[in-house]
């Protein structure tokens, strides 16, 4: 952490962050049923003997989830030990079936990582202390409140065996705003490795441990030593779901415990819960410790030997190596560059439209007017992802001038966002195919026969008479002419 970022106040906070992301296979982890969850399924259907944890049921290790265990480990430059193992943690809640979870403990897949990423203008490292694989457990429903306020709760299991990855950074966040850009980055991270899908209801959960200690204890470089770290209380705020929760809730978090703190009073080590209806935490219970989930070797599955995995597997073209080809190979700012890399889908979208065009009109019509009309609609290029070639169809429109930038812009693209149509129908229907040179001179002399004020303004030298000149050929055209071509055509009448 730069000097910059170091604490002035009287009090500072110190975050770690336990980020629980759903991996994209098609079945459970340690079972066969099916990940494929719909909006409208039947709760505790897509279940068996073993993500139940019924007597007698066995666990079989999913090697699809592994693999994306070891991609992520290679994308944050983890060290991958040759062999890894499974532990029972066991605790009881009502969505965890077997009152244990099959997690890793002392050999996870991934271990001593980092992750890049920029926050107010600065890039920085975080520490990934270790990246292992679990299970996931059921879902609840509160009925009739929230966690603390409901009348009952009911439990699905449909969820209960999806392949987790439990991400653990080291203590290094020392603001909420610090830890949403993580986030950000980690889930950009994860979509291009193919690994995780951001659209899943609860794919991606947040667990926060926040503590409060002098500022003065914190070093020109933000390290703050480990004995301080060690006798500061701390909280854990659960079961946030986004990256903007995580920011509200660890500000409020924050906040709640610097005023503690300056009251005198001790703060308390405890689990809390992020009630985002009300924009609070709240308390659930006090903190475990590590020896409370009595940890002990999963017997059920034998260690796991992944020494050459890290060799064999592949991980594509990452965000950040991304950027810096399309500045360099395609000369496009760093704005737009990180545009067009926001997703893999809209990079890979790019790419194709910058092999049949111009990559700086391939660039305007991505970055700016289609990301801008999906922006505006609050969708994302997922949700048009059926009709790319529909869009290429217009920047080709634009391209070979056969409509006007104006039109495709603000009639065409609208429109096909709004009513589902292709351009081409689109075109035909509103009457939107280019004017013709000779239609745009007549509609020029027109214009100019008309309007002979503004043509004696014009040649006084007012800027202004043009303008208006070019709207009143423009109306005559009905908006299919080139605004560039009629200011040609009206000064070449005019001078």
Request: with cysteine; charged share 30%.
């Amino acid at each position: 952490m730069s000097a910059g970022t170091a604490e002035s106040r009287e009090l500072a906070a110190v975050i770690g962050l336990e980020v629980h992301v759903q991996l994209e296979t098609d079945t459970k982890i340690f079972c066969g049923c099916s990940t494929d969850a719909s909006e409208d399924e039947e709760p505790n259907t897509r279940t068996c003997p073993t993500c139940l944890g019924l007597p007698g049921a066995l666990p079989v290790l999913n090697e699809g989830a592994v693999e994306a265990a070891v991609k992520v480990g290679k994308a944050i430059d983890a060290d991958i030990p040759d062999e890894t193992r499974f532990h029972r943690k066991n605790y009881y809640y009502p969505d965890l079936p077997k009152n244990f979870q099959i997690t890793q403990y002392d050999a996870p897949v991934c271990q001593e990582g980092e992750l890049e990423f920029s926050t107010a203008g600065e890039s920085r490292a975080v520490t990934i202390q270790r990246a292992h694989l679990e299970e996931d457990p059921g879902s609840l429903q509160h009925v009739g409140g929230g966690i603390d306020t409901a009348d009952y709760t009911l439990v699905n299991y449909n969820r209960a065996g999806t392949p987790l990855m439990e991400i653990v950074t080291a203590p290094e966040f020392r603001g909420a705003g610090e830890v949403r850009a993580f986030l950000s980055k980690l889930e950009e991270v994860l979509e291009y490795l193919g690994v995780f899908d951001s659209t899943r209801d609860g794919s991606l959960r947040v667990d926060a441990n926040l503590s409060i200690v002098p500022s003065g204890e914190v070093a020109d470089d933000g390290s703050i030593p480990d004995d301080v770290l060690e006798s500061a209380n701390r909280t854990e705020v659960k079961n946030i779901s986004s990256h903007k929760g995580a920011e509200k809730a660890l500000a409020y978090e924050e906040t709640r415990q610097k005023n503690a703190v300056r009251r005198g009073r001790e703060v308390e080590q405890e689990t809390r819960h992020w009630d985002e209806s009300r924009g609070i935490t709240v308390s659930m219970r006090s903190k475990e410790e590590e020896k409370d989930y009595r940890y002990f070797r999963e017997a059920d599955l034998p260690p796991l030997r992944v020494s050459d995995w890290k060799q064999r597997l592949a991980i594509p073209e990452l965000p950040d190596a991304r950027r810096r080809r399309f500045r360099e190979e395609y000369g496009l700012s760093a704005e737009a560059a990180s545009k067009l890399t926001s997703t893999k889908q809209v990079a890979d979208f790019f790419e194709d439209v910058a092999e049949r065009f111009d990559p700086e009109l391939a660039a305007t019509w991505v970055a700016d007017n289609l990301l801008g009309e999906l922006n505006y609609r609050d969708m994302e290029i997922t949700d048009v992802s059926g009709r790319l070639d529909e869009f290429t169809r217009l920047v080709e429109l634009v391209a070979n001038d056969e409509i006007t930038t104006k039109n495709a812009e603000e009639v065409v693209l609208r429109e096909m966002l709004d009513s589902g149509d292709d351009p081409d129908a689109i075109v035909e229907r509103e009457g939107l195919g280019k004017t013709g040179e000779d239609e745009v001179l007549v509609a020029v002399r027109e214009a100019i026969e008309e309007n002979p004020d503004a043509v004696e303004d014009y040649h006084a030298g007012e800027d202004g008479a043009i303008n208006f000149l070019v709207g009143q050929v423009m109306g005559k055209t009905g908006g299919s002419a080139d605004p560039g071509t009629v200011n040609e055509k009206l000064r070449a009448e005019l001078d």
